[in-house]
């Protein structure tokens, strides 16, 4: 890809922050979070990927709210859409927040028939765009023009409704 497209995406990305006030909002409700392990679980989508961690594993017939608010132990926002950004087709953008994993901001509204509703409100510093690569060369530095990082603190809202699939 050109430098332009890099340039491009760049402005794009500032324009969008500029228009949505350095803040965004996200409504998760379709979907829900798997285990990868007993104690971290996963929801995956196209250009959505998140995990919750729990300090224990959590026991079918035995979870309630309180359980889950006791036991909750950090979220990582791996990917996130930032809907209404045009981005092309070859690119993956992402907002970037300061740590990997976290647990401040982080509320368990509800829980009721195995859905689990969270609000979480956090703050991000960047938002990264690269190049979809099929066979990224491992440790050579990405070219000029197939990445773009703009960095400016902006906050995030993410509410999730989603099923939590308790195994």
Do not use: C
């Not at 017939?61 to 909750?72: A, I, T």
């Amino acid at each position: 890809m050109s430098m332009n497209t890099a340039n491009d995406l760049e402005k794009k990305i500032v324009n969008w922050l500029d228009t949505h006030g350095n803040r965004f909002e996200l409504d998760i409700h379709e979907g829900s979070l798997r285990p990868l392990t007993s104690t971290i679980y996963a929801y995956s989508s196209p250009g959505t990927s998140i995990n919750i961690g729990f300090k224990n594993p959590l026991q079918q017939g035995k979870v309630n709210l309180e359980e889950l608010r006791q036991n909750f132990n950090y979220i990582a926002l791996d990917k996130l859409p930032l809907v209404g950004l045009d981005v092309p087709s070859n690119w993956q953008v992402y907002p970037q927040t300061p740590v990997s994993s976290f647990d401040e901001g982080v509320h368990i509204d509800a829980y009721e028939n195995n859905r689990l509703r969270m609000t979480i409100v956090t703050s991000f510093f960047a938002i990264y765009g690269s190049q979809k690569q099929e066979h990224p060369i491992m440790d050579k530095a990405a070219e000029e023009g197939t990445y773009v990082q703009v960095r400016r603190d902006f906050e995030g809202v993410i509410k999730l409704d989603l099923t939590l699939a308790i195994e």
